[in-house]
């Protein structure tokens, strides 16, 4: 019951480096979300979608891309790393049968 | 103002206390979920609501929809419950990939 799965847990990039943050769902969820977490801010949706092939931006979007070319996927990239993205990331899914969300892990992101 | 705001941020309980974490929130939803986060750990979704009380072991959640208002109660608290508990509301917006949107949170310390 692997359920929600983001990789990798932690990683350091040095300023202007890129990176892609996966997470894998094997739920069959329609829906998928990216978000960050902040000290005092709470979480923040960056990206979702609402099914394979599709994407949307969240409230906190601005360099971030985002593809979900695979209904379990939903990949999360950074261009061009900066300071302004350490953060926690968390992805998260949910279908409309079952609307509860189910959370991955979370992947500490360090940006230097 | 926030859309989602809980209270208190912080509460300390002696084990075996009562504890009561609230939030309001001042947009429609579709319905309430409550999160809890250990230090260092991922997001698990404790009850989604969106009418009435539910109870699971020793945690009782309630949502009063007209007054915009939800309580997550713990009986009978123990150290093993220190975590951060986390309130987020669901968008009714389907074509927007009905959104959660989150408090703060509420960093919840029980001493033995």
């Known amino acids: 019951n692997a359920g929600v799965t983001q990789t990798p847990k932690f990683r350091v990039l040095k300023t202007g480096q890129s990176m892609t943050l996966l997470c894998a769902q094997d739920?069959?969820?329609?829906?998928m979300y990216w978000y960050r977490q902040d000290p005092g801010m709470g979480l923040r949706l960056i990206h979702y979608?609402?099914?394979?092939?599709?994407?949307a931006k969240g409230e906190v979007p601005d360099g971030y891309n985002v593809s979900r070319l695979k209904k379990q996927n939903f990949l999360l990239g950074l261009e061009s790393a900066a300071p302004s993205q350490t953060s926690v990331y968390f992805c998260?899914?949910?279908?409309?049968?079952?609307?509860?969300?189910?959370f991955g892990q979370g992947t500490r992101l360090t940006v230097v | 103002k926030n859309e989602v705001e809980q209270s208190p941020q912080n509460l300390t309980a002696q084990e075996g206390e009562f504890i009561t974490i609230n939030c309001s929130y001042s947009?429609?939803?579709?319905?309430l979920h409550w999160l809890q986060q250990h230090p260092g750990g991922g997001i698990v979704s404790l009850f989604m609501?969106?009418?009435g009380k539910k109870k699971h072991g020793r945690l009782i959640a309630t949502i009063n929809i007209q007054e915009k208002h939800s309580s997550l109660h713990i009986t009978a608290s123990h150290p093993r419950d220190s975590a951060v508990y986390i309130c987020a509301v669901r968008s009714p917006f389907k074509a927007a990939g009905n959104k959660l949107t989150f408090g703060g949170g509420t960093r919840v310390l029980v001493k033995p």
């Open positions: 947009v429609g939803i579709s319905a």
């Open positions: 979608s609402v099914g394979e092939g599709t994407t």
């Open positions: 609501l969106s009418s």
């Open positions: 998260a899914s949910r279908s409309d049968r079952f609307p509860e969300a189910f």
């Open positions: 739920m069959n969820h329609e829906y």
